[in-house]
């Protein structure tokens, strides 16, 4: 491992009632992972964007578990924690590379995904949480930090350059 990446590792600590998180943790890192990667369409890096985001969700636990869209916040702290690295790094996200985690599900054609990876960031998040999770607008809207007109409004824009695409 990389001696700057070991320097700015910090360790976490155990806190005490903490117990529901690991429950928390095993049922949603795939929920959360998942839409991350499709979205980002870089399995490795929605990898290491939900473990931030976990790792942030446990050192905040004590306010995260009365939120009433936990894996929302989640979600959305990976994805903002995402763009950051893309940004930093000036990273060009990988056209048309497969998801190659295990657990990830292959959407239904390969027209499907393509038509979705050509949607820009924002418009393919609303859809994936919408149609691969199905949040509904509230839970998009809080999960993303937008106005539900937002998400109405990508929605629609969105799904009319699919249909459009995929015809």
Do not use: C
């Not at 491992?1 to 890192?29: C, L, Q």
């Not at 409004?153 to 459009?164: F, G, Q, T």
Request: no cysteine; charged share 30%; hydrophobic share 40%.
């Amino acid at each position: 491992m990389d001696e700057m990446v070991i320097e700015n590792m910090k360790p976490v600590p155990i806190v005490a009632g903490h117990r529901d998180f690991d429950s928390f943790y095993r049922t949603n890192w795939i929920e959360v992972y998942r839409p991350l990667a499709v979205t980002l369409r870089d399995a490795d890096l929605a990898r290491e964007a939900v473990d931030e985001a976990m790792i942030r969700a446990y050192r905040r636990w004590r306010a995260v578990r009365h939120y009433r869209n936990q894996t929302g916040w989640v979600y959305r702290v990976a994805l903002n924690w995402a763009v950051s690295q893309l940004r930093k790094t000036r990273r060009e996200v990988h056209r048309g590379h497969p998801i190659d985690a295990p657990h990830a599900d292959p959407l239904p054609s390969p027209d499907l995904y393509d038509a979705l990876h050509r949607l820009d960031l924002k418009h393919r998040s609303v859809v994936v949480l919408r149609y691969l999770l199905d949040w509904d607008e509230r839970d998009i809207a809080a999960a993303l930090g937008i106005p539900r007109g937002t998400v109405k409004s990508r929605l629609n824009r969105a799904m009319a350059k699919l249909r459009k695409d995929l015809t």
